[in-house]
C-alpha cells in the first residue's frame, strides 16, 4: 500500500490523539504533555508535531523514567538534546531543550521544560 499525504501528516486530529495517548503513558511516571506549534495554530503541519512534555511537580522529575515510558509507547530518539543544542548554537543562541523524536515514522520535536 503507498503512503499518501495525510499518512505523514500532521494533523490536530491525529495530534490530539497521538498526545492524549502520550498523556495517559507518561502521566504515570509525572509528566504531562502539551500541544504546540503550527498544528495548534494552523491546524496540521508536513514536517512535525510539536509538543512539551513538563512534570507534575518540579520536585520530582526523573526523565530517565520518563524516557523509558516514551519508548515504552513507541517513540524513538531522532536526535538527542546535545546534538540540537549544537544545530542551535550555529544557526542562533537559543537554550531550550528540544529534542527530535519519531513516532511511527513522522517527526515529534519534543520542548522539555522543567
Known amino acids: ?51 512539551a512534555i513538563y512534570p507534575h511537580t518540579t520536585s520530582k522529575q526523573d526523565r530517565r523514567e520518563l524516557c523509558k515510558a516514551m519508548t515504552k509507547f513507541g517513540l524513538e530518539r531522532g536526535v538527542p538534546f546535545r546534538d540540537v543544542v549544537r544545530v542551535r548554537e550555529i544557526e542562533h543562541p537559543d537554550t531550550k531543550h528540544i529534542e527530535v523524536w519519531r513516532y511511527k515514522g513522522r517527526r515529534v520535536d519534543i520542548f522539555f521544560l522543567s
Not at 23 to 43: I, M, Q, T
Open 1 to 51: 500500500m503507498a503512503k499518501t499525504k495525510f499518512d505523514s501528516e500532521w494533523t490536530f486530529e491525529n495530534a490530539l490523539a497521538f498526545i492524549r495517548a502520550l498523556e495517559f503513558v507518561v502521566c504515570d511516571v509525572g509528566y504531562h504533555v502539551a500541544l504546540l506549534g503550527s498544528v495548534l495554530h494552523r491546524g496540521y503541519s508536513e514536517q512535525d508535531v510539536d509538543i
